[in-house]
Structure formats: C-alpha cells, structure tokens
C-alpha cells in the first residue's frame, strides 16, 4: 500500500526530525495505520507479522505523549526476550534523539540487578523490559508504576507461548487502570484474545495482511567464506554478477568503513551509510546512488532502514544478520516491481546453524554455492570485454586508426596478431588482480562430511594494487603515510568525495612509512591540488603536490 509521509501522521516536529535523520523516507503500512489511532490514546490491537517496522509504530505515539519535566516512569513496553528488549530500548532512543533528557532504561533477566536498580532508582521516562524481571522490580517496589500512562505489549502471543500469561496478568493487575495499553500481535490466538477482554478497553484493530516472507523473485544463496577472504570473494561476485546497483550489508560501522576502503583500493564505484555519517552526507550518498554514480552501497541495517531504491539488482551480507527479521528486511531490497533480484549471503563455522534458523523462519531454501574460481571470473570478464568490443564494431567507425594497423600489417604481423595483443592490453587496463584465498584450494563442502575439516592449511591472500587504468597518469606526492595510520581506502574517499572525480581517476596508491604516491588522471590533477587545500585527513593537514622525486619527500611532515 501507499503510504502518506511520516509529517502527515501527527507526530511533533523533534520526532520527525528524528526519523529523517535516521534514514525514514515513508512510513511502513503498520506504522502509518497505528500510529495516528495510537496519538488519540485509544487502546488498540495491532496485527502485523514480524519484520513490519512495529516497534516505531507504538514507539512513536508513546514517545509523543512522555512529558520530560517528570523523571518518573510515564510507558512500559513489554517484551517476549531480553534480545527484543534490548533492541526496542535502542529503537526508542534512536527515535527519541531529539528529545534532550529523554531516559529510557532496559530491564530484564540475566543481567546484574544493582544496575537496574539504580537506574531505576536515578530516574527514566519509559522502561522496557521481560515479563518475569519487570514483575521482581514491581514486588520489590523498585518501579514505581503509579504514573504508567502507556502500555505496550509486544508481541503478546510469543509472550503467552513461553508461558509469561501469569506473570504479563499480574504485572498489568498492578498498574494504573486509568492507561492506554496497546497490543502487538502476529496472531489473535485465543490466549491474546482472552488478554485483551481482561485488560484492554475496546481497542481498536489495526491490521496488516500477512505478505510473503520473501519476494519469489530472488534468488537465494550462500557462500562459504572466512573473514579474511571476504574482501577477494564480494569483488569476485561483483566482477561475474556486474550488478547494475547493489548493498553490501554489514552487521558493524567498522565493517562498513574496512569494506568501502577495500573496494575503492580495488577501482569499484562504492560508498557507505552507518550511524555515524551524516544527515547532508547520507542524502549526498543516497543521490548518487539513485543516479548510478555509485554503483555499490556499503550499509549497516539501521543505516539503511526507510531506503526506498529502484532497480537493485544484488543484496550481498557479507556479515550474517543476527535476526532472520533483519534478513527478511535486508534481502527485500531487490526483486522489487516484479523484477528478479539476488541475495548472496557469506557464511562460516556455526554461522551455518543460524543460516539454517533463517531458512525455517522464511520457509525458504537457501542454495549453497561455491565462491567463483579465478579463472571462473577471468571468464566471465574476457566475454564482458568481447562483448563491448564487438558492440564498437557494429556501432562506431573506427577507421581512424587505419594507418597504425597498415603499418603493423606490413611488419609482417597478422590481423590475429594485433587482436590478440590490443585484447590483453584491454584486459591488463580494465582488469585487477586477483589473490589466491583458501577457498580456492578447498573441495567442495557437499564432498566433506560435515564438520570435517580441509586437508590444507589456508594461507594469506597477497595484497592488490588498485584496478585503474596507469596510462597518462601524473604521480602526486602525499605527506601522510604507514606511521599516520592511513590506508589506501581513505585516501582514495577522501579524494573521491572532496574533489567530485570522475570514476577512474585515481591509479595506483603505494603506501611508504612517511609519505604515499597517488596516481591521477593528468587532466584532473591540477584541480584535485587545488580542490584539497586545507582538508585534513584523519584529523592531520597535509601537503599533495607533483611528487618531483626522492629529493621532495621529506617536505612538509611536521605540519
């Protein structure tokens, strides 16, 4: 369904700022029917399968009526697990970012009770928590219920299925009767049917049908691949898939920022999004991308959650997603308008047990692959390279350069000759190099018995230089080198993003221990020295100039 934009629901204007600032383009269907029915402060039943954006739908409206002149408990939110618990505690304070003050404090079992106690103790507006730990603290009377206006049960029917009826009952006995309580639920089983009657005041049914877990259109599969080889085997998939458009999701920031720096080293159009980059930057990326200028975005979940993209052909995880929630969320992506999408997702060790855990929720197999070979993607890559070549001759006059092929003739060389030579010089110009990963002297899993362990022991993969074409380059000296901490990656950002470059305008970067070399594009490289004046990198100011030799480098260090 359509849905109106979040400015439209009725929230104030800090939590629509919050939710721009996150990253929310539009609301999700439960989102846009709960929350205007949740501000009037009605009770209400929503019906939504998980993986449908519930927790802003009642985290907002709450978040709207919190008065934060009064440092005492004014919601409650109830969870099934102490994992959702923490994850809603975090929603509410990402969502509540705007709001200064704001105290939301978790509480659940299996972490220390000093702790909550004097959180509790020191004063929150909103507490989340497990049933059997939020009832300690009730008969303790370490939580002061006695200003609970708001209510929210999340997933109540997973709660009665784990067997927390009597408990969520006397729990809800002890609040104030005068209160919104709001009801989240998959299903209307009778135990939540039951709990409504008893504790709810004619709530108001929010529905959303339940869609598909995943779309029919994607493709599944996974790929087994050690930390180390990761960087080697996502830019083997991106080199076969050639992917129009296509998100790298990452379960941290770092691994965010380590994989954008590896795939600009190697020459790939990307950029990332994480909880540190800014509004204005996140909708700089986020531009460039809908255009095509970056053709692979790097993201974290929250970073991408409200992205509303057309046209992605490939979701890479290159880290597995804790929740299948999250991978419902991330691999819904592509395969959108009934196009065909691809989901590959990179799996190691026990990972495989949580893969398996995905495959039963979504009810959905996930094909295993292997990684491709190097000679798979050398392949795939030299009918790329035939086909652009054969499109020019059908296409372009090329007569141009008649004189130069009359002259190679009458050296006695063959018209298969010069082909020959002019393809692997295409090749060498366009190509990278490739390193060689365990994986790639590894038989193949459906060959091994499960948990046996390869013959051969894995060895490092060597280091690449970055893809790029070196002809007409102009070398340019940069002060900051190994002892400053920079990489390869950052420079190449840095670059990118401060001077607007065209892709394929930075070559070669080699790294020495007090200075680097970067190699540019000689038409860019008179701008670039005058684009980067006075940017600092890591923090440090430095100097890129002409590199003019060995004699010219040691300028500049102490700036």
Not at 73 to 82: D, G, I, S, Y
Not at 193 to 199: D, N, P, T, V
Not at 250 to 272: F, I, P, Q
Request: with cysteine; net charge neutral; glycine share 8%.
């Amino acid at each position: 369904m359509d849905t109106p934009p979040f400015s439209e629901l009725g929230l104030p204007e800090e939590l629509l700022a919050a939710v721009e600032s996150l990253g929310f383009e539009r609301p999700s269907p439960i989102q846009a029917l709960s929350i205007p029915v949740a501000l009037t402060g009605s009770d209400m039943l929503g019906l939504s399968q998980t993986g449908s954006g519930k927790t802003a739908a009642f985290a907002l409206p709450v978040l709207a009526k919190i008065n934060l002149q009064t440092y005492a408990p004014q919601a409650l939110m109830v969870c099934p697990t102490r994992e959702l618990a923490v994850q809603v505690c975090e929603e509410v304070h990402r969502l509540g970012a705007k709001m200064r003050g704001l105290r939301a404090v978790p509480v659940y079992g299996g972490a220390p009770m000093d702790r909550q106690l004097r959180a509790l103790r020191d004063g929150a507006h909103i507490v989340v928590g497990t049933p059997g730990r939020l009832l300690d603290h009730v008969r303790r009377g370490s939580f002061d219920t006695s200003q609970i206006a708001h209510v929210v049960l999340d997933e109540a029917d997973r709660m009665l299925d784990l067997g927390f009826r009597e408990e969520m009952e006397e729990m809800l006995a002890a609040l104030p009767k005068e209160r919104q309580t709001l009801f989240f639920s998959a299903t209307m089983s009778p135990g939540v049917k039951r709990l409504i009657e008893h504790f709810g005041r004619d709530p108001k049914t929010v529905k959303v049908e339940q869609k598909a877990m995943t779309v029919s259109t994607i493709d599944q599969s996974c790929i087994e691949v050690r930390e180390r080889s990761k960087v080697e085997v996502i830019s083997r998939l991106l080199d076969m898939e050639a992917p129009k458009l296509a998100i790298i999701f990452c379960n941290t920031k770092r691994a965010v920022d380590e994989c954008t720096e590896a795939l600009l080293a190697r020459g790939y159009s990307a950029d990332r999004l994480h909880g540190d980059i800014t509004q204005q930057m996140r909708e700089r990326v986020l531009k460039r991308f809908r255009d095509g200028i970056i053709e692979v975005l790097v993201a974290t979940d929250v970073a991408a959650r409200g992205l509303d993209v057309e046209d992605i052909e490939a979701v890479f995880n290159y880290d597995l997603p804790q929740d299948p929630e999250d991978y419902v969320h991330r691999i819904g992506r592509t395969g959108r308008a009934g196009r065909s999408g691809r989901a590959v997702s990179f799996v190691f060790g026990r990972e495989i047990h949580r893969l398996e855990m995905i495959e039963r929720y979504t009810r959905h197999p996930i094909r295993r692959e292997r990684v491709p070979s190097q000679e798979q993607v050398e392949g795939k890559l030299a009918d790329q390279l035939f086909e652009e070549v054969k499109e020019r001759l059908t296409e372009s006059k090329f007569n141009s350069y008649q004189d130069q092929m009359d002259r190679l003739l009458e050296q006695g060389f063959t018209p298969t000759d010069v082909a020959s030579v002019l393809f692997t010089m295409l090749r060498e110009s366009s190509g990278r190099e490739f390193g060689e990963i365990a994986e790639d002297r590894e038989e193949p899993r459906e060959r091994r018995r499960p948990g046996e362990r390869p013959v051969r022991e894995p060895r490092e993969p060597r280091e690449r230089a970055p893809r790029g074409d070196d002809a007409d380059m102009t070398p340019l000296f940069f002060s900051l080198g190994k002892m400053h901490g920079v990489r390869p990656g950052e420079i190449v950002g840095m670059l990118y993003n401060e001077a607007g470059l065209p892709q394929g305008s930075i070559g070669h970067i080699k790294l020495f221990d007090k200075h680097s070399r970067i190699d540019v594009r000689s038409e860019h490289a008179e701008r670039l020295l005058q684009v980067v004046k006075g940017i600092k990198l890591r923090g440090r100011p430095f100097i890129l100039d002409y590199d003019r030799g060995p004699g010219d480098r040691t300028r500049g260090h102490g700036r």
